[in-house]
């Protein structure tokens, strides 16, 4: 069954820690994402990769990293350095092939910072 | 630069009744668009999208939209409301051509309520 997962979907984590929060993909698409949510702002780009061994930036990058050693995986750590980090965070995928270029969007997980 | 404007944060329907979300866009670039639903604590499921072709667009659930150039706009609809309906709905749209690095630009969300 093909799709995306995110875990866990629900993190707790204590001022100062850093916490990298999982995103795995078995559809084969070279492209992957990383958003975050918060009431009321939709959908901002942390990071996203379009081919692996390659990432770049998106808006709100700061205090974040992450990697893309292998195609389906794309792990976001979330630093220290991030001075706000209690959020919804969202990671996709992309498809694309001629006109079709469609985002896919794993369930998400909450981070809550105590 | 690319913007998606969603007016009106919260719509409230009757069951039964039209749900009309609205979407406006500015792109320099002919646009994708989309529209994708969020139920409280899960992931965007996708329930329609324009790239090229015909202008109206039929998704999942009974819901369309349709892209119109002249208005920037690309406005969500469904004929009859259910109370299933009640979630958040995200405009988004996206560059084109095969350079585009296929990066959405999200609108802030509408929540719609469905009265019984």
């Known amino acids: 069954d093909g799709g995306i997962t995110q875990s866990p979907k629900y993190l707790f984590r204590k001022e100062g820690q850093n916490v990298t929060l999982s995103c795995e993909q078995n559809?084969?698409?070279?492209?992957m994402y990383w958003y975050r949510q918060d009431p009321g702002q939709g959908l901002r780009l942390i990071y996203y990769s379009q081919i692996v061994n390659d990432f770049q930036k998106g808006d709100i990058a700061e205090g974040y990293s992450v990697s893309r050693e292998k195609k389906e995986s794309f792990p976001l750590t979330v630093t220290s350095a991030q001075k706000n980090p209690t959020a919804f965070y969202l990671c996709?995928?992309?498809?694309?092939?001629?006109?079709?270029?469609?985002?896919?969007f794993g369930p998400g997980t909450r981070l809550t910072v105590l | 630069a690319q913007s998606v404007t969603q007016l009106g944060s919260h719509v409230s329907v009757s069951e039964g009744a039209l749900v009309l979300l609205r979407c406006n866009y500015s792109?320099?670039?002919?646009?994708?668009l989309f529209w994708y639903v969020q139920y409280p604590n899960q992931g965007l499921q996708l329930l329609l999208k324009?790239?090229?072709?015909?202008?109206l667009v039929k998704g999942i659930n009974g819901f369309e939209a349709e892209f119109k150039k002249s208005e920037t706009s690309f406005h969500l609809t469904k004929p009859s409301a259910h109370m299933s309906d009640a979630a958040e709905y995200f405009c988004?749209?996206?560059?084109?051509?095969?350079?585009?690095?296929?990066?959405?630009?999200f609108g802030k969300g509408t929540k719609l309520s469905v009265k019984p």
């Open positions: 996709a995928s992309r498809f694309k092939r001629g006109s079709t270029d469609t985002q896919y």
């Open positions: 988004a749209v996206s560059d084109r051509g095969g350079g585009s690095q296929g990066n959405l630009i």
């Open positions: 792109s320099s670039v002919p646009p994708y």
């Open positions: 559809l084969n698409h070279d492209a």
């Open positions: 324009y790239t090229t072709g015909a202008t």
